[in-house]
């Protein structure tokens, strides 16, 4: 699988990937909203070589230089439904990049792999993303309250956070206009 857009290729991961995964993934306002600390250098090299044997971790490269700039994970649920998610190098935020390949994706994803659904699912804090969903024409579609944690507090007790969740169904991609730059 290999899908071009007019900056960007998405492929799938390959253990030589480390260097650029730790570029990104090794800031600690990167990591604020994942639930995984800060990567070190011997993670990242641990990150690459499962993400390329994992199907649902997939590279965003620069067409110019092939560098991988972010990434996105696409997993199967039940009922044909997929969650999509991403993380992306902040020196190249803000560009569109994020969107250019995350709307690649679900096309491809509702044309050609048979998804019927696609959910992707955030911090309400973590504005940056829930923007991205809203820019991919993504509905809204509830805020669950304290229902996951990632980390304890002094005392070992749980740091709940809610999480918004987003939603789009192929009939909604493919029977409207393309979403663009917003
Ligand atoms: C979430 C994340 C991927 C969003 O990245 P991003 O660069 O803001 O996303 P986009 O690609 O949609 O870019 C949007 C910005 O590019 C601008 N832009 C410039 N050219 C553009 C184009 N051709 N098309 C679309 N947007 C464009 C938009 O106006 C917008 O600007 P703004 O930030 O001033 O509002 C990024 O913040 C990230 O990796 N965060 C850390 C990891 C994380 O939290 N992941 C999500 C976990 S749920």
Known sequence: MKITTDRLFIRRFRPEDWQDIYEYLSDEEVVRYLPYEAYT????????????????????????????????????????????????????????????SAKAFLDHAFRELGARRIVAMCNPNNERSWKLMERLSMRREGLLVKNIYFKTDESGEPI?????????LKDEWCGNPQPEKQ
């Open 41 to 100: 250098s011997d993670r990242a090299r641990e990150a690459a070589i499962k993400r390329a044997e994992q199907d649902f971790f997939y590279a965003v490269c620069l067409k110019e230089n092939g560098k991988v700039i972010g990434e996105l994970l696409f997993k199967k649920m039940e009922f044909d439904t997929w969650e999509l998610g991403y993380v992306f190098n902040p020196r190249y935020k803000g560009k569109g990049l994020a969107f250019e």
């Open 160 to 168: 709940w956070l809610d999480t918004l969740e987003y939603g789009i």
